[in-house]
Every structure is written in structure tokens, then in C-alpha cells.
């Protein structure tokens, strides 16, 4: 079938359809930024900044530092921390040294942490200073192969007149002690050198990073992205985003060298966040502002917008609950937020009226795509001027992407245009695999017409013009403000509970998220049990995004015939009922 988007009018103007040179390793876009705009700041953080010299230093320092404890090449190392300033050395540090990056949600809790470390065999960990982070990640390291562990504290990063107010006033957060043996992690790289031996990669072939997903069956599994993989995404972004200058004008690229001002709003640990902001804002050699906690403020969010104002934040990358929150924040009138001239969206559908006050009140132009942890992460895109992208798709199948509609039952046979049916993907940025799952590669992989192709486990169709639009789930998973929440996962820790018989989940909707988990309990004869116990049970038991909002207790759950709960049955019960 002949893709329409190859001809389409509303192609972007001067974007190509193919790039190249993405086979190179992951940690060249730090080199190159450091060694052309080394003067110039990389990451912001509470007024602090450091420039690409200094980030790429402290990477050369920290990848000695691993190299000196016995990490080798395809090792793999966790990162277990939020959005702070050491996040891009660790990052960068790590593949310098030939290991394996394993970004980790600091929500999570330490059963859900010790998952991930034992199921990628991770080494090393960086953790924050924190009364929460680092006991959850002492607990979750039991068991596991982890050896080393560095602590990573803010004093260090803080303007020297906030770090030395915050010591006194006892406001910097640290944990209440450190086990003897871990690293803090100054002390762990203030003695080595920034120059590292030369490691040998193969783009094409070696892991650059591990991301835990629940991929199309909601069982938690390790996607694994090369270097190559994850450049040729980036590489493809840089030449995507034009910024237009006026209404009508195709733009161009993102200048580099400081033009910009990334704001680092959207987690790390999620492939959206760290492809679509840490690492664009290196490759556009940008500045990039460090916000750990996008919920501070009062009310909420209130420090995200200060941040705008303050440091003239041009581009901004998130999803449509935080641009939601922007539009219905009651000081939104109170801030210029007029610096912002580019934005992206994914992860859930955005509201047209949150689209429309957004851009009145910015003058800037949102642009929403599609795409998966599996595909690091981008397979579609808007153009990102307002002429010629399309509200309600995603966008057209992004630079060096095939896309195909294919039939729900082999996954092999494409469907025509027009017709819904599984999105399938092939291109560069589409992972190696799930980490050690055989059998899970082989349920999500198909060979047509001779190229391999991903199952989304999403449906939706292809128009006339090329643009994809997603009209429905394949699979259970649940959207909840961006992030994704797998059925199986929440039901796992429900039956831990000892008066649980039988337990589903699935996906209500909610006004403020986009999606919000109610769980349906059977409980055992003869027990009985609240509402307020299994929140509280499940608030002690997982990341806050994973938990219910709602428990609906019944007698029985509506199952098929060979006794499978049918999800699908509440779940269509819940939209009836919102109608």
C-alpha cells in the first residue's frame, strides 16, 4: 500500500521524510554540546546552574567512579531519583563507562523498586538524600545484586548562600543516617579524573537503557533500547520541531547554543521525559530547568508556573493533565507565560478547550504525538505550526517510520485506509526487546513484507492525509495523567490481601486525570471489609498514580466461560454510567 503521508500538502515544510547517522553512541550528543557550547548552561536548579562543561566533567568523574567499582560494559546501573541536577551526569556517566541505565520511578515503593533491580540484575544505584528515597531504596536493594550505592544530596547544587541557609535551618532534605559502605556522591567523584578510557559500543547492538513497562499485557518487563534506538528518535525530533516566528510561517529548527529554555516538568525515569526534554535539551545544546516536584506549590503547580516567568521558558513538553492544570490554575492570569513559543503533547488525548485556552494564552502552538516506552518513544507527530497540523490525531508516522493498520487476530494482514485495526511500527527507535522475555518478544514482533514490526496494542486508523488517529485500547491499560497503570499489576497487590477472593481493575473516568483506577473486590465468605482499608492498604502497597480511587465490593465478577474476569465488562458498566 502506497503511504499517503509520503505526499501529503500538509507534510511539513523542509522536514525530511528519512534521517541518518543515528549509529553512534548515546553519550556523543554530551561531547558534542560540551565541546561546542561548553560555556553555556545545561541544567537550572533552584538558581544554580551548570554549564555543559561542568555536566560533562562530572560525567567523566562518574563513569571513572563505576569503572573504579567493577561495572563493565552491559552492566546495568539504576537511577532511583527525581528530576535533579545530577540526573544528566548519572545518565551520561553510566553510558560512558559501557553500562546499562535503568531508570526507575522515585515513586515507587520497595516492592516495586526490588522488582525492577532484581529482574535487570542491576549493580549500582543512585538515590537521593531524602527521608523517603533512601530507606524505600535500602529496603528494596535487599535480595538483590546491588553493590554500590550512591547518595546524591543537593547542598552541593544549591546557590553556596541557600545551601548554607538551608544547612542551618535544617530545610535541605537528607535521610536520617547512611549505611556504612555507601558512597556519597561527591566524595565519590571528587577524586577521579573526568577523562575516561575509551569503551567500545556498538550502536546498533548494545543496550544504552532499560525501561520498565507493562508493554501490551500489563506484566511488568524491561524494554530495552540501544544507543541507536534512542539517537535516531532525538536526531529525528531535532529535525521535526520548527518554532514559527508568526501564524503562516513554516518556522525553523531549534536554534542551538541557549536560544531555548526547556522546562524539565515531565519525569526522567519515563522515556517521554528524558528523550523529549533532558536529551533534546542537550542536543540543542539548551538550557534546561530542574523540576523535581511539579505538584509544589500553593495550590499545586504554583512553582511550575513561577519557573515559567522567571526563566523564560520557551519550550515545554508535557502531558494534558499538567497543561490542564496550567489553564484551570486560579494565578495562571498572574504570570507571563508568553515565552513559551513550542509545546508538546502525548500519553493521553489532549482537550480541544484545554488546546485552545493553552494557546490563547501563551501565543504558542501545541503539537501532540504518539508513542510508546517501546519505541523511545516517538511513532507519530503533529506538525508544530498551526496551519497544517490536524486536532484530534496524533499526527503523521514520524521520520524514518513505517506505520501500518493491521487486523486485530495474527497481526499480519494490513488493513485498508479509513479502517480501525492494531497500529504496527517498524523503524530505528523500535526496542531491541523486552529484557530476557522470549516469549513476550515473540507475542508483540511481526515480519511483514520483510520488516519487523511492533504491536502497539493500540487501535486506530490511517486517513486519507496520513494522519494516524487512535480510537481505542487493545489492551487493559489504564491512562492516568500520562502515566501508565496495567490492570494486573494493582490486582497482584490486592491479593496480597488476606480477605481478597477475587479482584479486577479498570479505568473510570475522571475530569481532573483523564483516567482514574477503581478496583472491583470479591471478598472470601465470611469476611468483611471498607472501602477506607483497601485504600489505605493500597496507599502502603504502591506509586500513588497505580492506586484506586474507588472500591466497589460484589458478590461476584463477570467472568467468561473458562472463568477469565472480563475487565471489559466493568469497564464499559463505569462509561455507561458517566454518560
Known amino acids: 500500500m502506497t503511504s499517503p503521508w509520503m505526499k501529503s500538502p500538509r507534510w511539513p515544510a523542509g522536514v525530511p521524510h528519512e534521517v541518518g547517522g543515528f549509529e553512534k553512541p548515546l553519550f556523543s550528543i554530551l561531547d558534542e554540546a560540551a565541546k561546542d557550547f561548553g560555556n553555556k548552561t545545561y541544567t537550572i ?35 532511583f531519583l527525581p528530576n535533579l541536577p545530577h540526573y544528566p551526569p548519572v545518565f551520561f556517566g553510566i553510558l560512558r563507562a559501557g553500562a546499562v541505565a535503568v531508570t526507575c520511578n522515585p515513586l515507587y515503593k520497595p516492592s516495586e523498586l526490588n522488582l525492577q533491580l532484581t529482574d535487570c540484575g542491576a549493580k549500582a544505584v543512585f538515590v537521593m538524600d531524602h527521608p523517603q528515597f533512601y ?63 575509551p569503551v567500545k559500543i556498538d550502536p546498533l547492538k548494545d543496550p544504552a537503557l ?39 510561517d513554516a518556522g525553523n529548527k531549534i536554534e542551538k547554543g541557549g536560544a531555548h529554555t526547556y522546562l524539565g516538568v515531565l519525569p526522567w525515569y519515563h522515556s517521554f521525559g528524558l528523550s523529549l526534554v533532558m536529551l533534546m ?66 500519553a493521553a488525548p489532549l482537550p480541544l478547550e484545554v488546546i485552545k485556552q493553552f494557546e490563547q494564552r501563551t501565543g504558542a ?6 508513542g510508546l516506552t517501546e519505541t523511545s518513544p516517538v511513532l507519530t507527530m503533529n506538525p508544530t505550526n498551526l496551519e497544517q497540523r490536524k486536532i484530534g490525531s496524533v499526527g503523521f508516522p514520524f521520520i524514518n517510520t513505517d506505520i501500518k493498520i493491521v487486523d486485530l487476530e495474527t497481526g499480519l494482514q494490513e488493513l485498508p485506509l479509513g479502517h480501525d485495526g492494531e497500529i504496527a511500527a517498524s523503524g530505528p527507535q523500535v526496542m531491541q526487546g523486552y529484557w530476557k522475555k522470549p516469549e513476550a ?45 496495567y490492570p494486573k499489576e494493582v490486582e497482584e497487590v490486592l491479593f496480597t490481601h488476606p480477605k481478597v477472593a477475587q479482584a479486577a481493575v479498570t479505568g473510570i473516568p475522571d475530569p481532573h486525570t483523564g483516567e482514574a483506577v477503581k478496583a472491583f473486590i470479591q471478598l472470601k465468605p465470611g469476611m468483611q471489609g471498607t472501602e477506607e482499608e483497601f485504600l489505605e492498604f493500597c496507599k502502603d502497597n504502591m506509586a500513588g498514580y497505580k492506586r484506586p480511587r474507588k472500591i466497589e465490593f460484589r458478590e461476584a465478577l463477570p467472568t467468561s466461560v473458562v472463568g477469565k474476569v472480563l475487565r471489559r465488562v466493568l469497564r464499559d458498566e463505569e462509561y455507561k454510567k458517566a454518560k
Open 45 to 79: 536548579f533552584a538558581d544554580a546552574s551548570r554549564t555543559f562543561s561542568q555536566v560533562h566533567d562530572t560525567a567523566g568523574r562518574v563513569a571513572n567512579f563505576l569503572l573504579s567499582r567493577g561495572i563493565k560494559n552491559g552492566d546495568r546501573v539504576a537511577i
Open 135 to 197: 530507606p524505600i531504596a535500602l529496603e528494596a536493594i535487599k535480595g538483590t545484586k546491588v553493590e554500590t550505592v550512591v547518595i546524591c544530596g543537593v547542598k552541593s547544587y544549591l546557590p553556596a548562600i541557600k545551601g548554607a541557609i538551608g544547612s542551618l535551618l535544617g530545610k535541605i532534605p537528607k535521610a536520617e543516617s547512611h549505611e556504612p559502605g555507601h558512597f556519597l556522591f561527591d566524595d565519590a567523584i571528587k577524586s577521579q579524573s573526568s577523562s575516561v578510557p
Open 210 to 248: 532499560i525501561i520498565y513497562t507493562g508493554g501490551t499485557t500489563g506484566v511488568p518487563k524491561g524494554a530495552v533500547l540501544t544507543h541507536s534506538n534512542i539517537m535516531s528518535n532525538i536526531m529525528s525530533m531535532n529535525e521535526w520541531v520548527r518554532i514559527p516566528k508568526e501564524p503562516g
Open 281 to 346: 535539551s542537550c542536543v540543542t545544546a539548551s538550557k534546561l530547568i530542574c523540576i523535581p516536584d511539579p505538584r509544589a506549590g500553593k495550590p499545586p503547580f504554583t512553582d511550575v508556573l513561577k519557573a515559567i516567568e522567571k526563566y523564560r521558558v520557551t519550550v515545554m513538553v508535557a502531558v494534558p493533565t499538567i497543561y490542564s492544570a496550567i489553564v484551570n490554575h486560579p494565578l495562571t492570569s498572574k504570570f507571563d507565560l508568553t515565552s513559551i513559543v513550542g509545546c508538546g503533547s502525548g
Open 365 to 370: 502552538v501545541i503539537f501532540e504525538g504518539y
Open 441 to 485: 518478544n515473540e507475542g508483540v514482533f511481526r515480519v511483514i513484507d520483510g520488516k519487523r514490526y511492533f504491536l502497539t496494542g493500540d487501535i486506530g486508523h490511517i486517513d486519507d492525509d496520513g494522519f494516524v488517529t487512535i480510537t481505542d485500547r487493545k489492551k487493559d491499560m489504564i491512562i492516568v495523567g500520562g502515566f501508565n497503570v
